[in-house]
């Protein structure tokens, strides 16, 4: 103890100082490690939960023992992430999460005997809400559905029946947004689930109040509505496709492309009629022949002419005339064209196409940007205009452009994570504790457990020789140089006597006797003592004058 205690005091005030700041560090890092609570990691089990549903999950959970946290608010529920498997089919047994709506199990915890017809049609209207959420819900790009139903009661003598009527209300995963197709698709869903409900009395909106289908609306601004959204269907149909074909190539998420066209949505009744005179047939034919012949009388008067048995055979002029007649009927080639177009024509597409360029790493590792090469900006050209089916003569129009997208480094960290690796915020804290614990200990070994053992060891192999003579010896005989005088009136020259004492230091195993010490000790260890003062001379004079102090007290 007395050994310990002159080392402490040997060290000094600043490594002493060093020494109790790294012992609070550790204590400190200690204590925040306690408070964090258990080291296991946590995996999240369901997120966006409802607060009534997540409640009932929590509940359930504690029933059975399963370690949980909450997060964001009651939105996210945590396990341990070895029991994630075990909770959900916990969860499930109970026919949780619904999503926040509940269907046709909802007749199985109802008691039919004593509900009145009211009850039984409002739980029925809501199973059925619940189930058309939930089929809603597991469309593409849907993260939630709402979904409510008017289904109107037929009063008694009543002539005339309310129409039924249903509301859709979308939530959507991100940016994404509902197309012309998913909401046809949800308007025939939905008209042919309920009875009596036609499409064209639901109405379908997003969660950013965007009016997907309107309900009720007149002919003509219904027609509109749908031009519209055939037109943006279209449109964002051109560019996706663009987009799937460059990413093939390019890279994913290094082209972005955006399309604008130009539709006639005019219906056109059109009638033609065509003769084709060269095509000409013989229908009919008829010949009409005719001879005729006629005689005229002399036509003056006289007295021969009146007096009996006159000649009378004195023949006048005469005349003759022949005819024919031929009539033919001829069938020509007509052709009679009727078109009808009601579907709408496009009439003009215009695209515009951005890329990314080129990624080459370095040769000493960074990563450059190289832009593309009008080579390759043709032959992408090339390929949006074969995609697109373009036409020159329609007046249609495509734009390549290179230029660099902007990254967000913060963004592209958190992707990445540490080192590359997909790292989750979980597994970096518990990194970080335990490098910051492990440069602590570090620290501590380095800083002061090292130098406080080398002196304690020190001062216990001096302690070991008893009296200065010993320690004289050891330095004469470690460093070759004259027996200088110790303390207490003793000299080096007391070992002269000791002929034993300088051969035998050559052999490690060899016994020693020292002046004015009882007993003998081993060669080995004086070479180390004298080993331990060349590499600490500083050490070993700090031990001499507490010795001498000591004899000197």
Avoid at 81 to 89: C, F, K, P, T
Avoid at 91 to 101: N, V
Avoid at 140 to 148: E, Y
Avoid at 293 to 305: C, G, H, I, K, L
């Amino acid at each position: 103890m007395k050994a310990l205690l002159d080392g402490l005091k040997a060290l000094g005030t600043a490594r002493l100082a060093a020494m109790a700041a790294v012992g609070a560090g550790m204590l400190g890092l200690l204590a925040l490690l306690m408070l964090r609570g258990p080291t296991e990691r946590m995996a999240l089990l369901y997120a966006e939960l409802d607060p009534r549903e997540a409640g009932q999950m929590a509940e359930l959970l504690d029933r059975q023992r399963v370690p949980h946290q909450l997060g964001a608010g009651g939105a996210q529920i945590l396990v341990p992430a070895d029991q994630v498997a075990r909770a959900r089919l916990l969860l499930a047994k109970d026919g949780l999460p619904t999503g926040g709506s509940i269907g046709y199990e909802l007749f199985d915890r109802s008691d039919n005997l004593t509900s009145s017809q009211f009850q039984q049609n409002l739980n029925q209207a809501r199973a059925l809400e619940g189930e058309l959420a939930r089929t809603i819900r597991s469309l593409s790009g849907v993260r939630a559905a709402r979904v409510h139903l008017v289904l109107p009661r037929r009063e008694p003598f009543a002539r005339d029946r309310q129409d039924a009527q249903a509301s859709v209300v979308l939530t959507m995963v991100g940016t994404a947004r509902m197309d012309h197709e998913g909401v046809q698709a949800i308007l025939n869903l939905v008209s042919s689930a309920v009875p009596g409900l036609r499409a064209q009395n639901v109405a379908v909106i997003d969660n950013r109040g965007n009016v997907l289908a309107r309900a009720g609306a007149p002919v003509a601004a219904a027609a509109a509505q749908n031009a519209e959204e055939l037109r943006r269907g279209i449109e964002m149909r051109i560019a996706r496709a663009v987009e799937d074909m460059l990413d093939r190539g390019l890279g994913p998420g290094r082209s972005r492309a955006e399309a604008s066209i130009e539709m006639d949505f005019d219906q056109v009744h059109e009638t033609q009629e065509r003769f084709d005179p060269d095509g000409q047939v013989v229908r009919s034919s008829q010949t009409v022949n005719g001879n005729s012949r006629s005689t005229e009388a002399a036509s003056n008067v006289s007295v021969q002419n009146n007096l009996p048995n006159a000649d009378a055979g004195r023949e006048g002029a005469g005349s003759q005339e022949q005819k024919q007649e031929e009539t033919t009927n001829y069938e020509i080639g007509k052709t009679v064209r009727t078109l009808v177009r009601e579907q709408p024509q496009l009439r003009r597409v215009s695209l515009a196409v951005l890329v990314d360029g080129a990624e080459e790493r370095a040769p000493d590792g960074t990563v450059l940007w190289r832009a593309r090469t009008p080579e390759e900006l043709e032959r992408i050209d090339r390929l949006v205009r074969s995609a697109i089916g373009f036409d020159e003569r329609r007046g249609d129009h495509v734009e390549v452009v290179n230029m660099r997208f902007f990254s967000d480094p913060a963004g592209a960290a958190d992707a990445q994570g540490l080192l590359g690796l997909p790292l989750e915020r979980a597994d970096l804290m518990r990194l970080a504790q335990t490098g910051v614990l492990a440069i602590v200990a570090l620290a501590a070994l380095l800083l002061v457990l090292r130098p406080m053992a080398l002196r304690i060891t020190a001062a216990a192999d001096a302690s070991a020789l008893a009296g200065p003579d010993a320690a004289a010896a050891v330095l004469a005989g470690g460093r070759g140089m004259g027996a200088p005088a110790l303390p207490g009136g003793t000299s080096a020259a007391m070992l002269a006597g000791a002929e034993a004492a300088t051969v035998p230091l050559l052999q490690d195993e060899s016994m020693v006797r020292l002046a004015n010490i009882d007993g003998q000790m081993r060669a080995s260890s004086l070479r180390r003592l004298a080993e331990l003062v060349d590499k600490h001379p500083e050490e070993s004079l700090m031990i001499l004058r507490a010795w001498m102090q000591q004899e000197n007290a």
